[in-house]
């Protein structure tokens, strides 16, 4: 099957789910019915557009600078905006169910494979910022994401501290470490 013939059919795929949450099946459902291996990425798509779109929606306005940060984070196949641009409209209607889908994304990875974790929090903090404004709503809903991606709160305050213009950057989240590390791990970090 070509490239081209997966991405249509994830798409389909996608299309075929929102119709059915829309038609009033549960979330879960619809996860559920989307377990299997190849379609395993399409209930990721699905869960990270819509977190990506309700983390815009979390300071109360979705804004153009807002949805051009989720377009330079996500990449979208080329002829598929239209399907993509269909999931994030129905996400960001509200803020409403953002935790339900963090912990699906959350289930599809196992507790030592945070790194796409890590790097989908980024692309959160980065939608966040992109209004110019850091909002006490952003910082409640990524608190929350976080908590139930099972990411420390050294790691939050890490990637708060190079997302955040203007927070306070502790050394130790900057760098990714605990206070009480070791001086080999504080120099392998500041390496890294």
Known sequence: MS???????????????LSALAAGEGL???????R??????????IAVIALGAKMAKADGEVTRN?????RQIFAIPEGEEANAARV?????QDVAGFDAYARKIRTMFQADDQKVLIDLMEGLFHIA?????YHDGEEEFL???ASIFGLSDTCFRSLQARCVEGALPDPYAVLGVTEDAPIEAVRAAWKQ
């Not at 879960?28 to 989307?34: H, N, Y």
């Open 28 to 34: 879960s459902v619809v996860f559920d019915r989307l």
């Open 129 to 133: 910022v992109a209004d110019g404004h």
């Open 143 to 145: 608190v929350k994401v």
């Open 66 to 70: 807002e949805v051009a940060a989720f």
């Open 88 to 92: 994030f409209n129905l996400a960001r």
């Open 3 to 17: 490239s081209y013939a997966v991405r249509l059919s994830i798409w389909t795929r996608i299309a075929e789910a």
């Open 36 to 45: 299997s291996r190849p379609e395993r990425s399409v209930g990721f798509t």
